[in-house]
């Protein structure tokens, strides 16, 4: 079954340093989505994308935040100066028909800003 | 704004027994989404069920069936048989008919006893 990649698994970073998480959408799905989950504390939405283009972005998302689709494949989420409670796991998705139908998600992304 | 609560934060059951997770939501829309995901170990968040409001019969998935109600704006997960591999988080989500987000409560950890 086709999955969502995410890479890494695990990421250390200093705080203020620019991090990048990666992920590979399911190849013929057109909508992706970050969403993050604090130890402890709900799932929430950061970002939706669709057509090269954010659609839909929290207000969580703010200026250090962007995303990108760089190659057709990867979808990415930049944090340029991670602050402490950056700290989260970082799930990617994708669907194919946009909103209503569920989305699968990748493994997600640990990130620990120390 | 939308919001999911879901006012169990642990529960068990034992191997083969019915165990039901309760989710409430609240909206002033009329037609939505309504979805209940797993989060095994392995932290990939699962689609277990979907559910459309605007149909009146519960959605049913092999041991997983829903029983929402509309008016009580109720959408409680019932997993019959349970098995040992259905030990997760399950998050109730919610999403707006013309939204392109998911709403989360804040969990249900379900653990499977032998």
């Known amino acids: 079954e086709p999955e969502v990649t995410q890479t890494p698994s695990h990421q250390v970073t200093q705080m203020g340093q620019e991090v990048i998480l990666h992920c590979v959408p399911i190849?013929?799905?057109?909508?992706f989505y970050w969403y993050r989950q604090i130890l402890g504390q709900k799932v929430e939405f950061l970002v939706s994308f669709y057509n090269n283009e954010i659609s839909e972005k929290s207000e969580i998302f703010d200026d250090q935040f962007s995303v990108e689709r760089p190659d057709g494949s990867n979808f990415t989420l930049k944090i340029r100066s991670t602050k402490l409670e950056d700290s989260a796991m970082y799930f990617c998705?994708?669907?194919?028909?946009?909103?209503?139908?569920?989305?699968?998600f990748g493994s997600g992304t640990r990130l620990t800003v120390v | 704004a939308q919001t999911v609560t879901q006012s169990q934060p642990e529960m068990s059951v034992q191997e083969a027994e019915t165990v039901t997770l309760s989710c409430t939501y609240d909206t002033s829309e009329n037609n939505y989404y309504l979805f209940w995901y797993k989060q095994p170990p392995s932290r990939q968040m699962i689609l277990v069920i979907r559910?459309?409001?605007?149909?009146?019969q519960n959605a049913t998935e092999n041991r997983f069936s829903v029983n929402f109600q509309k008016a009580a704006k109720s959408f409680s997960l019932k997993i019959s048989d349970s098995q040992l591999g259905d030990t997760a988080m399950y998050f109730c989500a919610f999403e707006s008919n013309a939204g392109n987000m998911l709403t989360f409560g804040g969990g249900t950890r379900l653990m499977v006893k032998p």
């Open positions: 190849s013929n799905h057109l909508y």
């Open positions: 559910q459309e409001a605007y149909k009146q």
């Open positions: 998705a994708s669907n194919r028909q946009g909103a209503n139908y569920g989305y699968t």
